[in-house]
């Protein structure tokens, strides 16, 4: 029970709630987790930190469902609103998922196609509307990285909290798994879900990773919830901000050097970020500085507490830590750079969909 409970928990940002967790797994030895997310383009190394969860998830016994969420996608206006490339993302994501080492046989993948297809769905879908209020859906906008005032030119945005409440109750799951950006989903869902008779779902949030840019000349004691998540996060439509997992070595190095890094800050620094929620995230793993003697010679880091301490004591500079972590982050991504170098589908598809994301 420990094992699994660490499996679960290790890396995250919240769980609601951990009691009801561990009430869970005593009585349920394959309990039900879905993630759902939108096929919105290029896969980013932000997404690593759920895949990583889902990982965790089937080693520790859940029957896990990764929802596609096409439609939703399609209302969020993603790839120009343009299913055939939308469905052609979701086998992409597949196979990054594949390449990344998640043994897509133990997973169960269902496109929300299959969802939309049942009048028995969008009943539901009214049922979450009728129990709720306008202004709780469009607090709840932010689930799709848009603010409420977005809706106002498209109604279509206001449905997609519904559904995405009516996706969890709808498969029937023990656990709802996102990012922190997907509280607001969750909690609405646990909230509507005493009003119509279903279970509760408990929410497992990994942090959020915040793109290059960084908080930049924000004060970092005043960003809230909503602005972490639509205007610092890493995100597919700020590509200078952003890390791709098949990005070449030179990408890599080139975008981490030009990032966002204060001495001795670690709050909103994408650098440190990269190190606690994916690098360090890996079994045994260590971090590799090559210093010159003089200024310290080469230091080596085996866990995440250990760097934050020597960063913010100032004896780690900036630039010696992007080095380090760009060539960390290099030779993790290899298996998914060769990956879509050697599987002709894969190579197709990323092409395709490079294609897309730069003339849309």
């Known amino acids: 029970m420990s094992e699994r409970i660490e499996l679960v928990t290790r890396n995250l940002a919240e769980v609601v709630t951990l009691d009801e967790l561990k009430k869970l797994l005593e009585v349920k030895k394959h309990p039900r987790a879905y993630i759902g997310y939108e096929p919105s383009g290029l896969f980013h190394i932000g997404w690593i930190i759920w895949a990583m969860k889902v990982k965790d998830l089937v080693k520790a016994g859940f029957e896990m469902?990764?929802?596609e969420a096409t439609w939703h996608a399609w209302i969020?206006?993603?790839?120009g609103?343009?299913?055939?490339l939308i469905r052609k993302d979701a086998e992409y994501i597949r196979m990054v998922l594949e390449a990344l080492g998640i043994d897509m046989a133990k997973v169960k993948t269902i496109d929300a196609e299959e969802l939309a297809s049942n009048k028995d769905y969008w009943a539901l879908v009214l049922?979450?509307?009728k129990n709720t209020t306008l202004a709780r859906i469009k607090r709840a906008l932010t689930?799709?990285?848009r603010r409420a005032e977005e809706a106002e030119m498209d109604f279509s945005k206001l449905i997609y909290p519904a559904m995405q409440v009516a996706d969890i109750f709808y498969l029937g799951v023990d656990v709802a798994l996102g990012g922190t950006d997907q509280r607001k989903a969750h909690m609405l869902a646990r909230d509507v879900a005493e009003k119509l008779g279903f279970k509760k779902p408990i929410a497992i949030h990994t942090p959020l990773l915040t793109g290059l840019q960084g908080a930049g000349r924000m004060d970092v004691a005043k960003i809230d919830e909503d602005t972490a998540a639509v205007e610092l996060k890493m995100s597919k439509s700020r590509p200078e901000s952003t890390i791709l997992v098949h990005d070449t070595p030179e990408e890599i190095r080139r975008k981490i050097r030009k990032a966002y890094c204060p001495p001795r800050e670690v709050r909103f620094n994408p650098i440190i970020e990269i190190n606690k929620y994916i690098l360090f995230a890996q079994e045994k793993f260590t971090l590799h500085i090559d210093r010159p003697t003089k200024y310290g010679g080469p230091l080596e880091i085996h866990s995440y507490e250990e760097l934050e301490k020597l960063y913010t004591e100032g004896k780690?500079?900036?630039?010696?830590?992007k080095n380090a972590t760009a060539e960390a982050l290099i030779k993790m991504l290899e298996p998914v750079r060769r990956y879509f170098e050697t599987n002709k589908r894969?190579?197709?598809l990323l092409e395709t969909l490079k294609t897309a994301t730069q003339t849309k």
């Open 143 to 145: 689930i799709m990285g």
């Open 346 to 348: 894969a190579k197709e």
């Open 81 to 84: 609103g343009r299913m055939d």
């Open 65 to 67: 469902i990764l929802l």
């Open 316 to 321: 780690i500079h900036p630039l010696d830590l």
């Open 76 to 79: 969020n206006d993603k790839l």
């Open 127 to 129: 049922r979450i509307a």
